[in-house]
């Protein structure tokens, strides 16, 4: 990715690789009329096919602010919205019902993924994008994102640390063209789940600092990677996040969670945002979580953490949304 001080162009869109912002937006929305060839359709693929321009006519007022946006397509309306041959995985987010916690499957046609370094940036794209939309979109969640100080969550943990780096990046998250065991239909585009997680900050701070720490699996202050619990131990967060296969091939996601909130109203959240070029290794990590490993052992971060929202969306490359337009 080209260093923000020598970017002559915008980012362009649907680059899942866009740099880490210290704010965001979250648009979920739903289509008025989802059936093939109807109006709604016809607007949404409009604006699809402009995402690109209109993207750039906001971008290029400010290139340093690195504003970037991917828009993820869900499995009830991507026959309808692309025409185009449907991603293997693409389906409907999977509730996992554990013992203890839940992570539900909420309404979602459409995921907008707005990063800029620039909250006035954000606001903006976001408003004309909704302009074009309006009368095709229902807004069913909107969550304003910002960086909380060294990349910490509201918990004060550092999170995103384990994000793969150089090659392992694209192959983590896109699904490889030059791969001719790679489904044709999901080629240069990634896999999105999104969660919006609100915390409970009385429960986690009940817990003492090492406490905290062992849910999950670093420390607190400086970072550190803490050694990994036995087979039949409570695991933290971050062993029960990490995806083997039976190969022995350790399988990495991109996450770009972002905090939100509002004091006054008490409310203190995480938006989780995974990109990745499978989605089972996301399905599995949700699995381990919410039901535990060994069964019964669930993420303790889940005590402290509610899962409002669940979604499962196919971000397609830039090329194929721009063949949307009449
Ligand atoms: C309440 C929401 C969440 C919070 C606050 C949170 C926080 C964290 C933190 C602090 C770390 C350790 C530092 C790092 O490597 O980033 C971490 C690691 C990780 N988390 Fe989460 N997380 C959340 C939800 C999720 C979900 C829903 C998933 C996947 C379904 C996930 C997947 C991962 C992965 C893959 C790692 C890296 C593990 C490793 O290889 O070390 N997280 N998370």
């Not at 889940?302 to 969306?313: C, E, H, N």
Request: proline share 5%.
């Amino acid at each position: 990715m080209e260093q923000s001080a020598q970017r002559r162009v915008p980012i362009e869109s649907q680059r899942v690789d866009a740099p880490l912002t210290s704010s965001a937006v979250l648009l979920t929305l739903t289509l008025t009329d989802p059936a093939a060839g109807s109006e709604a359709v016809r607007i949404v693929r409009g604006v699809l096919a402009d995402l690109e321009d209109i993207t750039k006519n906001v971008a290029f007022r400010d290139l340093d602010a690195a504003l970037a946006c991917t828009v993820g397509i869900g499995s009830d309306v991507w026959d309808a919205v692309t025409g185009a041959a449907r991603p293997a995985e693409l389906h409907p987010f999977r509730g996992v019902v554990g013992a203890v916690h839940t992570a539900p499957s909420t309404p979602g046609d459409l995921f907008v993924h707005i990063r800029a370094n620039r909250r006035d940036l954000c606001f903006e794209l976001e408003r004309q994008l909704l302009d074009r939309l309006h009368g095709a979109v229902l807004v069913t969640d909107e969550t304003v994102g910002f960086r909380y100080f060294d990349a910490r969550d509201l918990l004060g943990f550092v999170d995103g640390t384990a994000n793969p780096v150089g090659d392992a990046l694209p192959a983590a998250t896109l699904v490889d063209a030059s791969d001719p065991a790679a489904d044709p239909a999901a080629h240069g585009g990634s896999y999105l789940v999104a969660q919006k997680y609100v915390h409970s900050l009385a429960a986690w701070n009940r817990m003492s600092v090492e406490q905290q720490e062992a849910v999950i699996g670093r420390t607190k202050l400086d970072n550190i990677e803490l050694a990994d619990a036995s087979a039949s131990e409570q695991k933290s967060h971050k062993t029960l996040s990490t995806i083997t296969d039976d190969d022995g091939v350790e399988h990495d996601i991109l996450r770009d969670n972002m905090p939100f909130g509002s004091p006054g109203h008490g409310e203190f959240g995480t938006y989780f945002i995974g990109y990745t070029a499978r989605l089972w290794v996301i399905e599995r990590m949700l699995e381990r979580m919410f039901l535990g490993d060994p069964p019964g052992k669930h993420d303790r971060l889940l005590d402290a953490s509610t899962a409002l929202t669940g979604g499962v969306f196919f971000v397609p490359p830039a090329g194929l949304l721009a063949g949307l337009g009449d």
